[in-house]
């Protein structure tokens, strides 16, 4: 039997969760809501995370774009996720919501949350 523990970071309740693993089932306890067992169940699993960085305006000096993934990645890919993003740029104008680089590691598109004129 294999235990984890972790707090819920789905809402402001920050409930304690407790995981058990025992004969290949997952059991989880200390949620308040479906989501904890579901964010439990899913970071002990395939735990992903949702990137947030910047990337180079290049045809503006010193200027750069806020960017994220649209939807989170596998977290174990993070970094292999930030060599692509260091490596890229893009010229202006950019408005919220434009993709920067589609399909990302082939997991979601990597999206501006910024304007550039």
């Known amino acids: 039997m294999k235990t984890t523990e972790m707090i819920c970071i789905n809402c ?3 409930c304690s969760l407790t995981v058990t693993e025992e004969d ?4 989880v306890t200390g949620n308040t ?3 904890g067992e579901a964010y439990a169940i899913s970071e002990v699993t395939d735990p992903k ?5 910047i990337v180079r305006v290049a045809n503006r000096e010193n200027t750069f774009v806020s960017v ?9 890919r993070m970094f292999e996720a ?4 260091r490596a890229a740029s893009v010229n202006a104008p950019v408005r919220i919501g434009d993709i920067i ?3 990302l590691l082939s997991e979601t598109d990597l999206i501006a949350t910024s304007n550039a004129d």
């Open 68 to 76: 994220k993934t649209a939807a989170p990645i596998t977290k174990s």
């Open 12 to 14: 402001p309740l920050g």
């Open 33 to 35: 809501c479906k989501r």
């Open 24 to 27: 290949g089932k997952l059991t």
């Open 82 to 85: 930030m060599e692509q993003i």
């Open 101 to 103: 680089i589609p399909d």
């Open 49 to 53: 995370r949702t990137v947030t960085s």
